[in-house]
């Protein structure tokens, strides 16, 4: 039912991806961090507990690559580069 679990470098690529996708769905506004869940269980076939999402999330936003506002979150740009870059190597 699921897949594997990915790899550390993937799997922050990965819910960079989640909430680049999210963002498009919310017309590019901050993302609730349920939702970012919910992208990475329906799209990505993936179950991320919470306080795992908020520490690779925290990760992203340590490396710039992501911004939090309140409790959702938007990427900046190096982000959505690199959300792109993994959404064009892996079928979604």
């Known amino acids: 039912m699921f897949k594997k679990k990915p790899q550390k470098r ?11 996708v999210m963002q498009d769905e919310f017309s590019y506004a901050a993302v609730p961090i349920d939702e970012i869940t919910f992208c990475l269980r ?3 076939k993936q179950k991320i507990k ?3 999402l908020l ?4 990760e992203c936003l340590a490396g710039d690559y992501c911004v939090q ?5 938007y990427l900046t740009s190096e982000g959505a580069n690199l959300a792109d870059e ?6 979604v």
Request: glycine share 4%; no cysteine; aromatic share 10%.
């Open 86 to 91: 993994y959404l064009a190597s892996h079928q």
């Open 69 to 73: 506002e309140n409790n959702s979150w």
């Open 10 to 20: 993937d799997e922050i690529l990965m819910v960079l991806a989640a909430v680049g």
């Open 42 to 44: 329906v799209d990505f």
């Open 55 to 58: 520490s690779i999330l925290n």
């Open 50 to 52: 919470d306080l795992e």
